[in-house]
């Protein structure tokens, strides 16, 4: 079949505002991209909110808009579906949630809620800890313990108090519930196979292991951000009173774990459920008697979950198959899972006549310190693809807009964008 080749190249993170403030697309020195802008047809479309099947005032992300990019169509995301569900009460009926309580309740151990306490509604929402907290109170359940981990990525950098008071308030309010642990989410939400930050995460958990440790949860968040560390990098912090025993997991507990988005909860999931995990050294593997994800976190864990994905049929890469054409899919590692996984409907296996190319992520602790990423090996590899006249469809993804934008560092985002200026330039 002789078909032209189309590239969808995805600029995670790049946006369109006027204003100049803060603006490191419009302070970039970037002559390709201004050239393609003033010389060819171009739009603007939404990104957020209705339009990609969020809430009104929820703000997209990269999940939600490789998800519906690939679909074709508007996608309901999990946020939508379990805030209607808090809404009209079958969230506590939900079979999945009901039975970890039941099971709680019947052994007499712990429940263990975890997840990002956040009204980020990215990765999680706090309103879904806090409806699993008023259910473990419905149950009269007394060992209830909470491990907050803490946002600042898709909130302001210090903006956990507010969420933490009305945790405790909540709990307060119902007579159960315990925050037993902080950590920022740099540490316990990495999706790089970084083990080192998960680590110290994974001992929190499951041993009670921290560097610091406060009686409550604010005193520890005042604490970490007076040795200068803002939410999403907040050490591990045991909470702990003076006549109170550490909080850990054990054998025979049951965990549920809060966050909807799949991406950055699989590592931390993986090392607390998998018997042949082998990125570090576990000290302590305690067997839980239940363990509960709030979605489907992929095919690779048999865990119950609460809320399946919806089934996406004849999405992008589907449609290209059926018509027996080849496609590519290429990313670093920080985006590969949207040009595959999220792009594809939330499979993970390829279609038939599907390639995929995984760029390593550069391993420095944030990207501010390498605004270029791998953009530059990104393009080399996507230059040869287009020149091997091998494939019908690309799909490729440049980072560097949203993970350096991440870092708060304007002039990092400023040379992040003209890095790929130089890249598009060269496509």
């Not at 990215?122 to 491990?147: F, G, Q, T």
């Not at 864990?301 to 080849?326: H, T, V």
């Amino acid at each position: 079949m002789n078909v032209t080749p189309v590239l969808l190249l995805i600029l995670d993170g790049f946006g369109y505002r006027e204003e100049t403030d803060s603006n490191a697309i419009l302070a970039a020195h970037k002559p390709n991209w201004d050239a393609f802008w003033r010389d060819y047809p171009h739009t603007l479309i939404n990104a957020s909110e209705k339009y990609v099947g969020l809430p009104t005032g929820q703000m997209g992300n990269s999940e939600v808009g490789h998800l519906n990019i690939g679909a074709g169509r508007v996608i309901y995301q999990d946020l939508s579906r379990v805030d209607v569900a808090i809404e009209d009460g079958s969230f506590f009926t939900n079979p999945a949630l009901c039975e970890a309580i039941a099971i709680t309740k019947k052994n007499d151990s712990a429940l263990h809620i975890m997840g990002l306490l956040s009204a980020g509604g990215v990765h999680s929402h706090e309103n879904h800890i806090h409806a699993l907290l008023e259910m473990a109170a419905r149950a009269d359940l007394k060992k209830v313990y909470l491990h907050a981990f803490l946002d600042g990525r898709d909130t302001p950098p210090k903006s956990a108090a507010q969420s933490l008071r009305a945790l405790q308030d909540k709990c307060d309010a119902l007579g159960t519930g315990k925050i037993a642990s902080l950590i920022g989410r740099f540490y316990v939400m990495d999706r790089d196979n970084r083990w080192e930050r998960v680590q110290p995460a994974y001992e929190l958990l499951t041993e009670g292991k921290a560097e610091f440790f406060a009686g409550d949860a604010l005193s520890a968040l005042e604490a970490a951000y007076a040795r200068g560390e803002s939410d999403e990098f907040v050490k591990p912090t045991r909470i702990q009173a003076a006549d109170e025993s550490a909080v850990a997991m054990q054998e025979g507990d049951v965990a549920v774990f809060m966050n909807f988005r799949a991406d950055r909860a699989r590592e931390i999931t993986h090392a607390l459920t998998d018997t042949s995990f082998n990125g570090f050294q576990r000290t302590h593997t305690p067997k839980f008697a239940r363990f509960v994800t709030l979605s489907s976190y992929g095919a690779d864990f048999d865990l119950p979950c609460a809320y399946y994905a919806e089934s996406i049929n004849n999405d992008f890469g589907e449609y290209i198959a059926n018509l027996g054409l080849k496609q590519l899919r290429i990313a670093e590692t920080e985006k590969y899972a949207h040009v595959t996984y999220f792009f594809s409907g939330g499979k993970e296996q390829p279609y038939p006549g599907e390639d995929r190319i995984l760029v390593p992520s550069p391993k420095v602790a944030t990207y501010d310190l390498q605004p270029e990423m791998s953009a530059y090996t990104v393009t080399e590899k996507l230059e040869a693809a287009i020149a091997s006249r091998k494939y019908q469809a690309i799909v490729c993804n440049y980072a560097n807009g949203d993970m350096v934008g991440h870092s708060g560092d304007m002039g990092a985002a400023i040379k992040a964008i003209e890095t790929l200026d130089v890249c598009i330039g060269r496509v």
